[in-house]
């Protein structure tokens, strides 16, 4: 199956650089209208048949058009929602609280699955309600499904379970509003990468770093 995960559009509190994880959480600002508007055309070469959302109305109305365009209803599941702050909630992104918020994503990634966020939830139950979503859409017999979902949520999700990125390259790239990791594989016999943000992801095997982006841009 190919799995395409889909940051949501820009919202205030992006702006703002705020930890904002709770649901249903803010709509998107003018320009992630934009964005959103844009990723029909953005993802007219894939072959899209099934449309996951969070329950985060910033992920439905990212979708919207997108699912508009191929005539499909979405399908919401809390599985797929960002990883919940907890007590670092509404916090700036870019103190100590995010810090702390990113290096305990990035620890579940690495395996330290039983560390919990302060007053949140664990590694294995984050990783855990995306899996089953992604079980979910893999069951569908789908070709190919989208999964609007959070950046946090993304890159942990990613960095655990493709076999080709590694947690110094989702640590190191972060994800645009709408931006896109593309996926090949199955739950039962694991997940490739092939691209990441529009960058090539490099297969395993090829030297460099698991996960290093070999190619700028794709056409």
Not at 58 to 74: F, H, I, W
Not at 130 to 155: K, M, P
Not at 181 to 201: H, M, Q, R, T, Y
């Amino acid at each position: 199956m190919r799995l395409l995960l889909v940051r949501h559009g820009q919202t205030p509190t992006n702006v703002d650089y705020l930890l904002d994880t709770a649901v249903p959480g803010p709509g998107l600002t003018e320009l992630g209208e934009r964005q959103a508007a844009a990723l029909p055309a953005a993802l007219a070469g894939e072959d899209i048949e099934a449309i996951y959302v969070s329950t985060l109305i910033r992920t439905q109305l990212t979708a919207a058009p997108l699912a508009a365009a191929r005539g499909l209803d979405v399908i919401v599941r809390a599985g797929i929602r960002e990883v919940f702050a907890g007590d670092l909630e509404m916090l700036p992104g870019d103190t100590e609280a995010g810090h702390v918020y990113m290096r305990t994503v990035f620890a579940w990634a690495a395996g330290d699955t039983e560390l919990r966020m302060p007053g949140g939830e664990s590694g294995a139950e984050a990783l855990g309600r995306f899996d089953a979503v992604v079980a979910e859409a893999a069951g569908s017999g789908a070709a190919a499904v989208a999964l609007v979902s959070h950046g946090a949520a993304i890159r942990m999700w990613t960095a655990a379970r493709a076999a080709n990125v590694d947690v110094a390259f989702a640590a190191a790239h972060p994800l645009d509003n709408t931006g896109v990791v593309v996926l090949e594989g199955s739950p039962a016999d694991g997940w490739k990468a092939l691209s990441w943000a529009g960058a090539v992801v490099a297969p395993t095997g090829e030297s460099g770093p698991a996960g290093q982006a070999v190619e700028e841009d794709l056409p």
